[in-house]
Structures are given as structure tokens and as C-alpha cells.
């Protein structure tokens, strides 16, 4: 049986909901994210919870990742997790927030680690991790969207397959703010 690992580190916290599919490590990175002055959504220029899920839902997944992966029903609360088949781990993970994104961009410049600009998204967008796409916007908000998966049946999809998807997720929450 083959086994692979996709993850992302995707700058963003966990669900607040405690009934909601995070786990462990979800429930540590609210912590972080309450500790490092996360804005509410009321205050922040935030997408609602809702419109961040319904704009995932308005993309097909399944032909975004060209038929790559297979994916389970979207939930979440300040975070939209949609659960990917045969994997472990969170899934993809979806999340408007404020400047916290433009702090892991700092981090990668400084310690000199790579990621891939992207000139079509936003005011600034990069991929770090071949699984971790960040959009940065000129309200000083940002969209995560990322691959945090274990893959323990089957292999990961292809690196530029999940930059196909993680680009068209992207421009569709982009569109919905």
C-alpha cells in the first residue's frame, strides 16, 4: 500500500466549533490565532463563515483537482474544511482572515525558504509547499487555501493538479467578498 503526504501549512486556525471536524492540532492553532489578535469576522472585513463554505461549494472539486481526488461534504465554522477521501488529517482548508498570511510570507523571505509567486491573484499570492496557497488583498485581509492531508490508500495528486485547484478555489472565494 502505498502512502503519501501532502500538508500545507496553511496559516490559519482551527474551527471554533467544537462539534466541528477539527482535531487536535485545529484545536491548538485557535489558541494561536486568539493569542496572535485575529480579528472577529464582525470587525475584520472577514467573508461570514457561511459565504466562505458556499463559495467552495460553488466550485466543482472533483474537476478542479481533474478527477485526483474525491472529497466529502464542506463544514466549518470560521474555517471551511472539506474532508478528502482516503486521507487523514484535515482535508482542504479554507479561511479568510486578516494579516496573519503576510507574517508567513515574512517568515519564509527571512529564514530564505522557497515558494512560487503567482501574479494572477489578488494584490500578492504565493504557494508554499506545493500545497498552500495564500492571496493577500488590499484590505489587509487574506485567503488560505491549502491540502493538510496523509494520504493512507492511493498517492497524492500531482503537485501542478493541486495548484489547478487550490488557484480556482481561491479566485472563487476572492469573488465572493
Sequence with gaps: MAAGLLFAAVGCGGDDDSGGGGDQTTQESTADDEASGEASSSDSGEASDEGVCAAVQSVDLNAAFDGQLEFGEANGSTTC????????????????????????????????LPFEKLDSLGDEAFILNDADLNVLLADGT??????????VTGSPPDPAVVKAGLIEIAEAVVASR
Design 142 to 151: 487574506s485567503v488560505a487555501v491549502g491540502v493538510s492531508a496523509f494520504w
Design 81 to 112: 474544511f472539506v474532508p478528502i477521501v482516503g486521507t487523514e488529517g484535515e482535508g482542504l482548508v479554507i479561511k479568510v482572515t486578516t494579516a496573519e498570511n503576510y507574517e508567513l510570507k515574512a517568515l519564509y523571505e527571512d529564514e530564505g
